[in-house]
Every structure is written in C-alpha cells, then in structure tokens.
C-alpha cells in the first residue's frame, strides 16, 4: 500500500477510456451589493487570510500556522497583505492585517484557539459566514480565504448572495474540515463556498489534520489559477470536459499543478477510482490515475504536476468509478505559478 501522498503519470499514445467590526452573533449579517472590478487581474497584489475555528486544538493551529507562513515567506509574489482570524467563540473577534509576516505569525501566536471563550454548546452553528462578509466589506479583490473548520455553520442561512460576492472580488475559499465537526450536520455549506469560489475544499481524518493543512495550502506555491471545474458524477462512465488552453510562457514546457477532490462530504467510501486524461492537440497524452486501493488511508484529495506544452489546447476527459449510484461532487483545479492575464469562469 502506498502513502497518501503517492501520484501516478502515464504518458501514453492513445486517450485511455474513460474597516474591522467585532462579529457578535451567529446570526447571518444581510449582504451588501457590490459590482466587480474589472481593473482586477490575477497578478493584482492580494490578501491571503488564515481563519481558524476556537474549537481546534491549539496545537493544530500552531502547526498549520508553520505551514502556511513557511509557503507565505518563500514560495509566492502574490500575496503582500496577511490577515488573521479565530472564530467560532462568544462575542466575536476583528480580523488582523500585517504587511509583515512576522507580525503575522506573532498575531496568530497570541491569539490561539481558547476553550473558556468558547460556544456554550456544541450544536450552535459555525459564526465563519460572518467573518467572511466582513472581509469582503475591504474589497480585496483576487484574495484568498483558508478555513480551518471545527464546526459546521447552520444550513439554515440563504448564503448565494455571499457567495456572488465572492465570486465579483474574486476571492477564493479554500477549507479545511475534520471529519465529525461540531455545529450543524451539514458539510456542504462550507464546501459550497469552496467549490462555487473555484476555491477548494479538503476533509481531514482527526490524525491527519497536518496533511489536509498542506494539500489547501498547495495553492499558495501556484497562485494562478488556469482551470477549475466542478463536475457531478454518479456509478460508473466517462465524461468529456471543457478544453484547457495554456498561457503563452517563454518556455516549452508549463508545471501545472492539479489537484481533484473526490467528494463533496467525509471519508470517500464510495470512490473507487478515476482517471483524468489530457490530450494535447500534437496527440500527445497524458492520463493522471487515481486508484484508492493504492493509498493506506484517502481522505478523497489527490495533487500532480504535469508538463504541459505552451500555448496549446488540451482535450479533457474524465473516466470514473464509484461503488454506488448517489450523486457525487468533484472538484478539478490546474494552477501555475507564473502570472495570467484572465480569470477561469464559475461553474
């Protein structure tokens, strides 16, 4: 059996089949309208916000903090402003801006996850949507949201006007949640948010919580997003889907970094496989292959680097294998880390 963070590349002839206010309530605040900003582009400087519930241990905080400033210091130009959050505890707290990563690092430090300030009780919803519209209110175009989640938000809230926001800021959702959380029984509100974003969502085994940290994190050494989709699938078949175009680089050769997500919910017991195939325009194939019998544990999240051509059009196709007919939800992300001049539509 291999580790879970083992990947498999064929490269075959052929396609193969297939302003800061506290936040004092749970209570949903009314959204405020905004219009996108069309001077906005991927290579505008950006904020990259590191949210993370009270109900985490300390300890987890403190390791995905080490996680996210280490790949925030050295391997990314995108992000100037750092900002910081714990939510999830009685009276709400303001979100922290730093133009030195340093003083963010100490700010997280300071305020980490306390239990004597906690929800009284374990059902109350997650407080996350609120800080998420007050960070929308500094109109931070092309940011990026890591959630670290210990409770699920109530599924009660009409959340599709925070999300259009979102969507008009270009602000990507990327989260991180354990695999019982506290809160509502509702997972989706928060994979929503990820996936309608072109953001990311990650489920994490209680012991594996670091690595699920590092998978959402892997957008901050490839900050540009070239492609996303969010395809629905059901048993067993195939599925053709939107082309990929690469940017126009000096070099032959594009590292494109994909990641795909199994599942729109916990431990993915009904994934069995399934393979992406990329087919150049030259003929050229290439097929990424993921086999859950090849992992020890799989918590439905798998990443690959590619070298594609530049400047070229690559047919897509997705052949894909579950034990039973429910509806699943995935989620395709292509990355580089080199600045593009366009945005990747919605799905």
């Known amino acids: 059996m291999l580790p879970n963070h083992y990947h498999v590349v064929q490269s075959v002839a052929l396609p193969i089949f297939g302003p800061q206010v506290p936040l004092l309530s749970t209570e949903l605040l009314f959204p405020f309208e905004s219009s996108f900003n069309s001077s906005c582009t991927p290579a505008t400087p950006s904020t990259y916000l590191f949210a993370y519930s009270n109900d985490l241990d300390p300890e987890i905080v403190l390791d995905s903090l080490d996680t996210v400033s280490s790949k925030l210091d050295f391997f990314q130009t995108k992000y100037v402003t750092f900002a910081n959050v714990r939510f ?192 150049a325009t030259n003929g050229e194939v290439l097929t990424i292959i993921v086999d859950r019998a090849r992992f020890v544990q799989f918590n439905g999240y798998f990443d690959e680097i590619l070298g594609l051509g530049r400047d070229q059009d690559f047919e897509l196709a997705l052949d894909y294998n579950y034990s039973s007919t429910n509806m699943e939800a995935l989620e395709i992300r292509m990355s580089v880390n080199q600045p593009i001049s366009t945005w990747p539509p919605y799905t």
């Open 88 to 279: 999830d505890k009685r009276g709400g707290e303001e979100i922290s801006y730093h133009s030195d990563i340093n003083n963010f690092t100490d700010s997280v430090k300071n305020q980490l996850p306390n239990s004597t300030i906690g929800f009284l009780n374990q059902t109350t919803g997650s407080d996350i949507l609120n800080v998420i519209q007050k960070f929308l209110e500094n109109d931070r175009c092309g940011s990026t949201i890591l959630v670290l989640l210990g409770r699920n938000p109530d599924d009660r809230n009409d959340v599709s006007r925070i999300i259009d926001q979102l969507q008009k800021q270009r602000v990507f959702v990327r989260t991180v949640v354990f695999e019982s959380p506290l809160g509502g029984q509702n997972s989706s509100v928060m994979y929503n948010f990820s996936s309608e974003t072109n953001g990311i969502c990650v489920f994490s085994y209680q012991n594996e919580f670091d690595d699920a940290v590092d998978f959402c994190t892997n957008g901050i050494q490839n900050e540009y997003l070239l492609y996303a989709y969010n395809p629905f699938v059901s048993g067993q078949g195939s599925l053709q889907l939107p082309p990929l175009h690469t940017p126009s680089y000096f070099y032959q050769k594009i590292p494109v970094a994909v990641e795909i997500t199994v599942q729109d919910h916990g431990v993915p017991y009904d994934f069995r496989a399934l393979n992406l195939t990329v087919t």
